[in-house]
């Protein structure tokens, strides 16, 4: 079990950067590899995620209450990291710029991409639990909140069609993490560039007038 341990935990460094990796980061890369060799996300006990992450059950129940808490801490950093890659546009940015969105949708496709596992397993968790649900519902909200910022920016400038809105903002965010939820995951090369550029296609132009027609 310690050489397990010591193999996790390198393969952990190297995806964070190489530094020493926290108690979260740790769990998050745990659950992820056991999702990823078929785990059922409900089955998971906080014995297998504190023994594939290499630390004693106890650590685990110093940092969380329970694997409820857990989840809620790793929708967090799914979240973090949405937000965080998809640049300006999800940043309350003053000027979002067609360029912006267009960024953005790489970033957000490599944020799913890289937590394909926990994303898949939550989508099918959250229909039949309704404290996943409301943990993925708080980041949908999340989401929602900061591109409708983004599209009322966007009309400020006299940069957007008439019907862009709030809730061309919130389908087009939906539209988003479902579609990558269910297919950033398992496309790769030419495929996945070809996924992003349609997406990137579909929301600039539901938001962005035609340059022709740009004052």
Known sequence: MAVLGSQSTRRTRA?????KESVDERLLA??????????KFGSLSVEQLASEAGMARGTFYLHF???????????????????????AWLAFADKPQRADIESALLGVANAFRKHRAIV????????????????????MRAICVRCRHSVNAVRRQGLARDEAGDDVADA??????????RFAGVLE????????????HICATAVFLDSTKRP
């Open 65 to 87: 209450k329970d694997k409820g808490e857990l989840v809620a801490r790793l929708m967090e950093v799914v979240t973090d990291d949405i937000v965080r890659d998809s640049g």
């Open 30 to 39: 745990a659950m992820e590899r056991l999702l990823e060799r078929g785990q």
């Open 120 to 139: 898949s397993a939550l989508n099918d968790t959250a229909s039949s639990d309704p404290a996943v649900e409301a943990l993925y519902m708080a980041m």
């Open 15 to 19: 995806k964070y950067g190489g530094k």
């Open 189 to 200: 090369g030419a495929e996945f560039d070809r996924l992003t550029a349609a997406v990137t």
């Open 172 to 181: 087009l965010s939906w539209f988003v993490v479902l579609y990558f939820g």
